[in-house]
């Protein structure tokens, strides 16, 4: 299995990546294309966004390079000096090989912004965009080059979640999602290639009926919300940390046929009893809210992020410190 970038020197690539859209992921595509070597050009039609992305970048880069924490082997400095600003988007994407757009996530924007780039992008390069929920298919059948055209879809914060959703439209060629999958894992990201669309993607999808149960329980007065957070934290995270759901089935008897076998009735007879899915707001949510706050005040989201990312840097350096151990005959020695 991939796993985030190794100490193998990174090198410093030609290659030129355009970032459309300077935002929360607008900027960490960039850090992380530039941790990976390559050139980075960052446009947005938003001139102070641009500056305040770069004030950000260089902040965060000094911050994980003196916390051990960066990626590849460049300097903070040579990372951020491989990202340039700029003003014209036929500038940004006029020789870029690969595309990453990363406007709001508005359907008729990104189809025109999608349409611009379309027209400046050489015939050669891939051009994706960082959509949460829109199927390939619907933001590209209008271009030209929508044979290049596909999904990569980033999990916050992607510079400590590294899993990328790379979701092609039936259109896309194979050799675009392999491409695409190569880079992912060139700046150290880990792809999920899917075979076809589906809304929501996987990871969406997964959390989703994860949320729509646990609401139903609160709805219902079953629990509260610290008995579900706990569920997640001191239970199933901690087996989700090293292994999906079926992986843990697998082990949690002699394979998952026998799981099938000797608990599949339970699984079905419990699955059954689940409500159809209900759009959240009105009492359950402020019910939630209020017990939410206890954990962090809304006016404290900011420090708990920030919590949040060290824990997040923290597991996937153990990981990564365990992976490396493993792969050593002498255990690390
Ligand atoms: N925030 C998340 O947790 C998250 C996670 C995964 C994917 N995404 C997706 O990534 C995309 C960007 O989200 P975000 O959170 O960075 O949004 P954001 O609002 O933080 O940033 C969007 C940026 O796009 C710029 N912009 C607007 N119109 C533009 C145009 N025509 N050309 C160039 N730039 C333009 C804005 O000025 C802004 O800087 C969305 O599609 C979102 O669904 C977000």
């Known amino acids: 299995m991939a796993t985030q970038q190794s100490e193998q020197t990174t090198e410093l690539k030609g290659d030129k990546i355009a970032i459309i859209g300077s935002g929360l992921i607008g900027r960490s595509w960039a850090m992380l294309f530039a941790s990976g070597g390559y050139l980075v050009s960052l446009f947005d039609t938003d001139s102070r966004q641009v500056k305040d992305a770069m004030t950000d970048i260089q902040k965060q880069l000094t911050m994980l390079s003196e ?84 999904v990569a879809h980033p999990t916050n914060p992607p510079f400590y979640v590294p899993v990328v959703e790379l979701v092609p439209a039936s259109w896309t060629a194979d050799h675009v999602t392999t491409a695409t999958s190569e880079i992912m894992a060139a700046i150290g990201q880990v792809p999920i290639v899917f075979y076809k669309e589906v809304d929501g993607f996987a990871v ?44 843990v089935e697998h082990l949690n008897a002699d394979g998952f046929m026998d799981v099938c076998n000797k608990y599949g009735e339970a699984v079905y007879r419990v699955q059954k009893t689940f409500a159809a899915p209900e ?17 962090c005040p809304l006016d404290k989201l900011q420090e708990k992020r920030q919590w949040r990312d060290e824990r997040l840097a923290a597991l996937s350096r153990l990981i990564r410190d365990l992976d490396r151990e493993e792969a050593t005959p002498s255990g690390g020695n």
């Open 67 to 150: 916390r051990g924490l960066g990626r590849g082997t460049l300097s903070a400095d040579v990372q951020f000096s491989r990202i340039t600003t700029s003003t014209s988007l036929l500038e940004a994407v006029n020789d870029a090989v690969y595309i990453q757009e990363c406007v709001p996530e508005k359907r008729e924007l990104k189809r025109a912004v999608l349409l611009d780039v379309d027209a400046a992008m050489t015939s050669t390069a891939i051009l994706a965009s960082s959509t949460s929920a829109m199927m390939p298919s619907l933001l590209s059948d209008h271009l030209t080059n929508k044979d290049r055209f596909l």
């Open 204 to 247: 969406g999808r997964i959390q989703f009926a994860i949320l729509s149960v646990a609401y139903d329980l609160i709805k219902n007065d079953v629990c509260d919300v610290e008995a579900i957070e706990v569920a997640m934290t001191e239970g199933l995270g901690m087996w989700y940390a090293f292994f999906g759901p079926f992986q």
């Open 279 to 295: 759009k959240m707001g009105g009492p359950t949510a402020e019910k939630m809210c209020q017990q939410l706050e206890l954990f």
